[in-house]
């Protein structure tokens, strides 16, 4: 069974830029999830998708990220502007859709702002 | 104050050691409670899950869960060189249909050395 898939792996770019990520998760999986982990930190849940539908984006910073869903598969995550503390790993993963269920994780997208 | 709170370490041990990893949490909401492994470049990987309070062995990993104390803890027997990694405590209250709506702590880092 192949894993979560996530794109680019790494990406640089300058404040105020533009940047998205990509994920693909485990095929079937209903539940996708977006998180942000900064160095020498746990990761933080950004937004929770079920299918195509938002589940939770109560930590997301909606003035300046977006993240969608639309045919409840892929998912990708944006950010205009980028700012500096933005610098983090960017990690997706997915779970089958049931309360409880383990989430699987990709290997994250390292974002540098300069 | 944190939710989760994690000693950053390092922890460095020799090869064959007993290892003792913890987390002490705050929100009493909390009943799923789980271990990741996060090798350098990696998205985690989940080693042990458990629900409410109690013990739970996985060949060389056994995970406590002391609800009361609000402490969690991951013992690793017979460390090798291999389980050098960050480990991630998570967990989770009352779960949406969805899934789970992980915290994580910060992580500690092992460094097993043979």
């Known amino acids: 069974e192949a894993g979560v898939a996530q794109s680019p792996r790494y990406k640089i770019i300058e404040k105020r830029q533009s940047v998205a990520f990509w994920c693909n998760p485990i095929?079937?999986?209903?539940?996708l999830y977006w998180y942000q982990q900064i160095l020498g930190q746990g990761p933080k849940l950004l937004i929770q998708?079920?299918?195509?539908?938002?589940?939770?984006d109560s930590q997301l910073p909606k003035d300046r990220f977006s993240a969608e869903r639309l045919k409840g598969v892929d998912s990708t995550l944006k950010i205009q502007p980028a700012k500096l503390e933005d610098s983090a790993v960017y990690l997706c993963?997915?779970?089958?859709?049931?309360?409880?269920?383990?989430?699987?994780f990709g290997p994250g997208t390292r974002l540098t702002v300069l | 104050q944190k939710e989760v709170e994690q000693d950053p370490g390092p922890l460095s041990v020799p090869e064959g050691a007993i290892v003792s990893l913890n987390c002490t949490y705050s929100?009493?909401?909390?009943?799923?409670f789980m271990w990741y492994r996060q090798y350098s470049r990696k998205g985690p990987e989940l080693l042990m899950y458990?629900?409410?309070?109690g013990n739970k062995e996985d060949g060389r990993f056994t995970a406590q869960v002391d609800k009361s104390s609000k402490y969690i803890s991951l013992f690793i027997r017979d460390s090798q060189p291999s389980d050098s990694a960050t480990y991630l405590c998570?967990?989770?209250?009352?779960?949406?249909?969805?899934?789970?709506?992980?915290?994580f702590g910060g992580g500690t880092r092992l460094m097993v050395k043979p």
């Open positions: 993963a997915s779970s089958r859709g049931r309360a409880a269920d383990t989430q699987y």
């Open positions: 095929s079937g999986h209903a539940t």
């Open positions: 998708f079920q299918n195509n539908g938002v589940v939770d």
């Open positions: 929100n009493s909401a909390f009943q799923y």
């Open positions: 458990t629900y409410s309070s």
């Open positions: 998570a967990m989770s209250g009352m779960n949406n249909n969805a899934g789970n709506m992980l915290t």
